[in-house]
């Protein structure tokens, strides 16, 4: 069994253009698994493998590899105590339509490396990744890239870090020179100046002394970090007090581990990953900071039956448990299930069993992947990531374990699809391809929903923003043949009732024989707020005030599942509704003619009849908007987010340039990047993702809903 603390499962996360896939590339290239550096902007990189990232140069699908790293070096040289470090690292997008990437590749990391560009900061997706780390508890490292970049600096980021993160970001490192002159960095727990051989690729390095103009700064930021982990070590914290020239490195090194597993601290160091400089000490500081397997709590989960919690720990003498987070269609291999071993050992050709859908699966193989190489393995085990092969159904978020011992492990937090599409096979021909090509697709990405249009018969593809449709459509044409007509995007409305209302609704019908009877009486409105301060990602509030059996105990279920199956159509424009509580108090049932079935027909009946005396509104998606644009043009852009309802919430300068940031209704925005660059000569950039959905205005409201009527009408 291999040693699991030289594990390090970790994921390389950041806005677009913080330089992730360069960063991956070069660990590739340091840890001998390439031997060409592949650029992003020529196409070349080895986890942008897809042809869409190819031509666009961005990562639309997260990649992982496996790769070793010989820690710790001498001056970039194995020593006598060099031990291999295996990695599992997945690249991830930066767009924020292809957040589930992101969001599934936390759930299943030990650790993170958090991208920001030098001359930009924390920006509008930094802030997505970051909360999406908090929400699976994932310790991470802050990397400051693009330090050879005009308006860089180092220190700004760190406190962008703690002011718009809310982290303790604490630098480890000082860059030598920024920009044109940016050389090497200051290690502040050595206290040792860094400089790269630029001839070997940054392979090898020298050390100096910390310059002399330098030596203030570098050892008030020095006692800040030490300051900042002593009370991880009391050892530490009395030297600190009496002298603090008596600390050891390995004291200091111990404290930043204990405190970055423990989320107190975020320590921060900086390169330029393109320059190939940085981006070593950046790998030894995965191998020094962040968690092995063992190093994380151990995995909780539920039993099936009893739902007790239950706990794998991270041996391979435990049962097997591990979680699917990701199904990927190859063309040569078939469906891939890529999948993080939690517990236990599993050898290739056997069984496990898969919790959602109670059935065995056999695990015919099992590959550790190479972007999109397989390598097969005999056996993998605890702490391992790896993609299985040979599987009947096996979904995002499944949990597969040993047959005799079943547990389930928490799934992973689904976003809301914001923006649909219509599409319909062009010919005959493509009928039955389109049904198995958006088959696929709907497997390999949960972000994606598919629906038909009752009324046109066409098929509604509804996905997280305008890019992210774009590239399923185009996946469509090119790898499953299918030609498709799209229509216009249209915006995924909600709706949500203001009002609460208490409401009783009756079923009765007699056809002979047997009846239907149910009775109920319900308070229907809004969801309450601290119910929804605990359960962010849930919109439905059920509760349950029945007292005396006026309705038994076997019929509540069914009167709920009728409420959640009703809210899909809401009764304004049929828009899903959000944010709904119901708390059923009273209602009456009849000894022969009442089942489940009546109570849940009678939910929904009793959902249309009350849902209209609720003051329904119609809920549009906000976006969040972050426009960069040179400050001549500052007028005519805030002129037009102005125009599209944009409400502007707060204006700043990032090196050299504006940068505006408003909160604007999806459906103004369609087009937007066009009009953006037209209005500043191809100068200004903008980046969006969703924000929260907000009650429209009454007139976009009735436009929205006559035009569904009318549709229907027609």
Not at 27 to 37: P, S, V
Request: proline share 5%; net charge negative.
């Amino acid at each position: 069994m291999a040693d699991l603390k030289f594990q390090r499962n970790f994921g390389i996360a950041a806005h677009i253009d913080a330089g992730k896939t360069t960063t991956t590339e070069r660990i590739l290239r340091y840890t001998g698994m390439i031997h060409k550096i592949g650029e992003v902007h020529d196409g070349a990189a080895t986890t942008d493998w897809m042809e869409q990232e190819k031509e666009r140069g961005i990562t639309i699908t997260s990649a992982a590899v496996s790769c070793q790293w010989n820690f710790p070096t001498d001056k970039g040289k194995a020593t006598k105590d060099t031990k291999p470090y295996s990695f599992n690292i997945i690249d991830t997008p930066g767009h924020v339509d292809f957040t589930v990437e992101v969001e599934r590749s936390m759930r299943v990391l030990d650790g993170l490396i958090a991208l920001f560009s030098a001359v930009d900061g924390v920006e509008p997706q930094s802030e997505t990744v970051w909360r999406q780390a908090n929400r699976y508890n994932v310790p991470r490292i802050g990397f400051v890239n693009k330090m050879d970049r005009a308006g860089a600096d180092f220190l700004n980021v760190v406190k962008q870090v703690r002011e718009m993160l809310g982290s303790k970001a604490v630098p480890l490192q000082l860059p030598i020179g920024a920009e044109d002159n940016f050389k090497g960095v200051v290690d502040l727990i050595k206290m040792k100046g860094i400089i790269w051989h630029m001839e070997t690729e940054g392979m090898t390095f020298d050390e100096i002394d910390v310059p002399a103009d330098m030596l203030e700064e570098a050892n008030e930021w020095r006692a800040q970090l030490v300051e900042a982990v002593a009370e991880y070590d009391d050892n530490l914290m009395e030297k600190f007090f009496d002298n603090p020239d008596t600390i050891s490195e390995d004291e200091i090194h111990n404290a930043i581990r204990k405190a970055t597993i423990d989320l107190s601290i975020v320590p921060m160091m900086c390169g330029s990953s393109f320059k190939n400089k940085g981006v070593q000490t950046a790998l030894d500081a995965v191998c020094r900071y962040l968690p092995s397997p063992v190093d994380v709590e151990a995995i909780k989960g539920t039993d099936p039956d009893t739902g007790e919690e239950m706990v794998r720990k991270p041996d391979a003498k435990e049962p097997f448990a591990a979680l699917a987070f990701k199904i990927m269609t190859d063309p040569f291999v078939g469906r891939l299930a890529f999948f993080r071993c939690y517990s236990g050992h599993l050898d290739a050709g056997s069984y496990v069993l898969n919790v959602r859908s109670g059935k065995k699966e056999r695990i015919s193989r099992i590959m550790k992947m190479f972007a999109n190489k397989q390598n097969p393995v005999d056996f993998i085990e605890a702490g391992d990531i790896g993609a299985a092969v040979g599987f009947k159904e096996i979904k995002t978020g499944d949990t597969l374990c040993d047959e005799n011992h079943p547990i389930v492990l928490e799934n992973m937090f689904i976003p809301e699809p914001v923006i649909s599409v219509a599409v319909e096979p062009k010919t005959q021909a493509d009928v039955d391809k389109m049904g198995m090509a958006i088959a696929k697709l709907v497997e390999e990405d949960p972000t994606l929903r598919v629906k038909t249009d009752e009324e046109t018969g066409q098929t509604i593809l509804s996905g997280m923003g305008e890019l992210h449709l774009e590239i399923i459509v185009d996946r469509m044409r090119r790898e499953f043949k299918v030609e498709v007509n799209q229509g216009a995007p249209q915006v995924a409305y909600k709706e949500a009732f203001t009002k609460g209302i208490e409401h009783r609704e009756t079923l009765k019908k007699q056809t002979g024989g047997r009846g239907k009877f149910a009775d109920i009486v319900f308070e229907m409105g809004p969801v309450d707020p601290e119910w929804k301060a605990e359960n962010p990602d849930k919109s439905f509030q059920f509760v349950n005030n029945i007292v005396g059996g006026s309705i038994p105990r076997e019929f509540i279920t069914p009167i709920q599942k009728g409420f959640e199956q009703a809210m899909t159509t809401g009764v304004l424009a049929s828009y899903p509704v959000d944010n709904m509580k119901i708390r059923i108090f009273d209602g009456s049932f009849h000894a022969v003619d009442s089942d489940a079935m009546s109570f849940e027909l009678c939910a929904k009946q009793g959902f249309r009849e009350a849902g209209r005396k609720a003051k329904p509104v119609l809920l549009e998606p906000i976006m969040k908007v972050e426009v960069i644009t040179p400050a001549q043009y500052m007028g005519d852009v805030t002129g037009d987010l102005n125009r599209r309802r944009g409400m502007l919430e707060g204006m700043d300068n990032r090196a050299g340039a504006e940068v505006i940031k408003a909160k604007v209704p999806l459906s103004e925005m369609f087009g937007y990047v066009t009009q953006l660059r037209s209005l500043s000569s191809g100068r200004a950039s903008s980046t969006m993702e969703f924000s929260h959905y907000a009650p429209a205005p009454t007139n976009i409201a009735e436009e929205v809903i006559a035009k569904v009527k009318g549709k229907v009408n027609a």
